[in-house]
Each structure stands twice: as structure tokens, then as C-alpha cells.
């Protein structure tokens, strides 16, 4: 399992696991800074595979947010639940 974490105090941002019979190779940002690329490989079938996880920019967060008033019972944050750091 890969974990990636932020900068700042070191907190745990995301782990992402690989899929059973593939080695997680390491993962990089992509320069959209919200796209992870996750580099894997099964050294018995000798497949290589990227996979591609990507967030919501803080603009398409707060747009979706605008559409679902937050929720009152949850500091004022929306039905997504994020919190901007």
C-alpha cells in the first residue's frame, strides 16, 4: 500500500492499494496537481498497468456545494463532506 501525505505535519492525505498479483511501482502527481498516477506491474504475467485516480478541483467542489446547500449538522460543509485545508 502506497500512502501519500501532505507536506505540512505529515497527516495522511490518501493510501491507495494495489490489485492482488501486482506490485505497486510508486505514484506520482500529475501537473493538474488533482490527478494521482499509480504505476503497477505482475512480474508473472509481465503486465504493466497505470491507473488514474482524480479529485475535484476546489472550484467543481464548491460548485457542487452551491447546487446542495451544506448540511447544518456538519460545520457547514455539503453532502461531499470536504473540508478545504
Known sequence: M???R???GWN???S???R???KNLGQEFLSD???IAGFEANFETQAVDVRLWRAPSWAEINA???K???????GGQGKAESKQQ
Open 64 to 66: 457542487a456545494e452551491a
Open 68 to 74: 446542495d446547500p451544506p448540511s447544518p449538522g456538519y
Open 12 to 14: 495522511e492525505v490518501a
Open 6 to 8: 501532505r507536506t505540512q
Open 16 to 18: 491507495v492499494e494495489g
Open 33 to 35: 496537481g488533482n490527478t
Open 20 to 22: 492482488p498479483g501486482f
Open 2 to 4: 502506497e500512502k501519500t
